[in-house]
């Protein structure tokens, strides 16, 4: 259910909204994209969004000295609320974005090393994180506000080759 | 029953599965652990003693030498030791270990062994799979039990078992333990009891009188929370229809890492906060959103966990207070509420 469905419904819905545009008359800077190049497009985005995944599962050791990996604390990449960055944080006493909070989970809970705030690491990261609240409200500067990332069924909450194992594989 | 039990009396309690053996030693040897009157608890008649018990929950020790999650679990041990009055005994809700090995376990049995009252325990899916419970088991015994306290029926079981999927692939054991730590892993699948403990549980109540108090501890919720991160045991139905004879069933539960109550039939079901780390709530509707504890603060390293406690009253009514490390109670739960 989750792997190839998803895949096919999501790529369904990108090529329905360029139909919808064209449709609706909107110019284009340039020729839209082919379907090739939509394709490609989406798999670029989603190889950093799975570099994300590993990355909040402990794919690099210099992220923590304790053993901890954001996935411990953040499931699906819950309470991390990338929509509603850039927000004043009171540990900064400012107004941070994203990149910044993350690096604040690396340095604090998990006492590891920062990352490289433009590093293709770190926007893996972010990929990650938005990937899983897409379709969520924007909503910059709610620090108070709790939001929950997308529900998903099982597997890893977008399109990834299944590993053969488990309910993984399951239809 | 004494404040302070000796070593050799805890293990003994927590080491003897069944009811049975336990007050029949216990008499024996001539202690009072509070284990005695199964008539009582069969009939239910004459009611519960008042009485409480605490639960702590979900340590999750890594191997590393002073890791701030011993600390926490230390704390959580020296509040239960701080309250008045003392609990008769402690309940631990499962993952003690955060990746199963044996120094993890033995580190947190080091650190409960300070608990002035005896130790009843259950296993979580970070105790188990690394090497399918044997060094859990070693340490602290039978995963399912069940005894008589003061009129109350109290039952555990082992909540965490999932269909083999890693002797077909040729998994290493580590590889299985590090699949099932991850609590969005998309390969194991929902885990529950499974049939063997269903019969046990069916005979285990059998003779029991329906006015008889019962309560029932297991790692996971024994409804459907939110299946992906294994918030809910598959046949929590089954479980619900063995104990739907009960008048009155309380379901504690570690796990999902936050305060949390839910009603179904007969049944309660009460979270445990756990020491290491607080989960978010998932993204469903909850029936009792009032029972949602604050936001952790990030800031705050011991934010979000801490320890609860239960008092039973002779009519078997519960009064669950959670007793957080910081302020994370809101106006709701400050006073403990009713189940
Ligand atoms: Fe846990
Ligand atoms: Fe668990």
């Known amino acids: 259910m989750m792997s190839n469905t998803t895949m096919k419904t999501e790529w369904v819905v990108g090529m329905s909204v360029a139909a919808a545009l064209l449709a609706a008359g909107a110019t284009w800077a340039r020729p839209p994209f082919t379907p090739e190049e939509l394709a490609e497009q ?16 402990g794919a690099r050791a210099d992220m923590t000295t304790n053993g901890l990996a954001c996935g411990n604390c953040h499931p699906d990449t819950a309470a991390a609320n990338p929509q509603t960055f850039p927000k004043y944080m009171t540990m900064y006493g400012k107004v941070i974005p994203f990149r910044e909070m993350v690096n604040w989970c690396i340095e604090n809970p998990q006492a590891g090393a920062r990352l490289d705030v433009n590093s293709d690491d770190m926007v893996a990261m972010e990929a990650y994180a938005y990937y899983l609240h897409r379709g969520k409200e924007i909503t910059p500067g709610l620090a108070a506000y709790q939001t929950t990332p997308i529900v998903v069924e099982y597997g890893t909450g977008f399109a990834r080759k299944p590993t053969g194992l488990g309910v993984d594989t399951k239809p | 029953m004494s404040d302070i039990v000796d070593r050799s009396r805890r293990n003994f309690l927590s080491f003897a599965g069944k009811a049975g053996l336990t007050t029949l030693v216990a008499q024996a040897v001539g202690i009072n652990l509070g284990v005695v009157d199964i008539v009582r608890a069969q009939t239910g008649k004459r009611g519960v003693e008042p009485f409480r018990f605490a639960i702590i929950s979900d340590a999750h020790l890594y191997s590393m030498p002073d890791h701030k999650f011993d600390a926490q679990l230390a704390d959580a041990v020296a509040q239960v030791n701080a309250m008045t009055p003392l609990p008769d005994f402690v309940l631990f809700g499962g993952d003690v270990a955060q990746n199963g090995t044996e120094d993890q376990l033995v580190k947190g049995k080091k650190i409960l062994d300070d608990l002035k009252m005896p130790l ?120 619900r229809e063995i104990l739907s004879k009960f008048q009155n069933v309380m379901s504690y539960h570690g796990h999902v890492h936050q305060t949390l109550y839910n009603r179904i039939g007969n049944m309660s079901s009460v979270a445990a906060l756990g020491t290491a780390w607080p989960w978010p709530y998932p993204p469903v509707e909850l029936a009792f959103p009032e029972t949602r504890m604050n936001r952790a603060d990030p800031s705050i390293s011991t934010d979000g966990m801490g320890t609860q406690v239960i008092d039973l009253s002779e009519s078997f009514e519960g009064l669950v207070q959670y007793k957080p490390f910081e302020d994370s109670l809101t106006p709701f739960m400050r006073d403990g509420f009713k189940v």
């Open chain 1, 42 to 57: 989406k798999a670029a985005l989603i190889e950093s969004v799975a570099r994300g995944y590993d990355l909040w599962h």
């Open chain 2, 120 to 239: 009843k325990i259950i296993p979580g899916e970070h105790d188990w799979y690394l090497d399918m419970g044997e060094a859990w088991r070693g340490l602290f015994g039978e995963e399912t039990w069940s005894f008589n306290h003061k009129g109350v029926h109290f039952i555990g079981l082992n909540s965490i078992l999932v269909k083999d999927f890693w002797t077909e692939p040729g998994l290493t054991n580590l590889e299985r333990m590090t699949i099932m730590e991850m609590l969005e892993s998309p390969i194991p699948g929902p885990w529950g009891v499974h049939e063997k403990q269903l019969e046990w549980l069916a005979k285990d109540v059998k003779d029991l009188a329906p006015d008889t108090p019962v309560v029932i501890f297991t790692h996971s919720p024994l409804w459907d929370y939110y299946p992906r991160w294994n918030f809910q045991t598959s046949d929590a139905p089954e479980i």
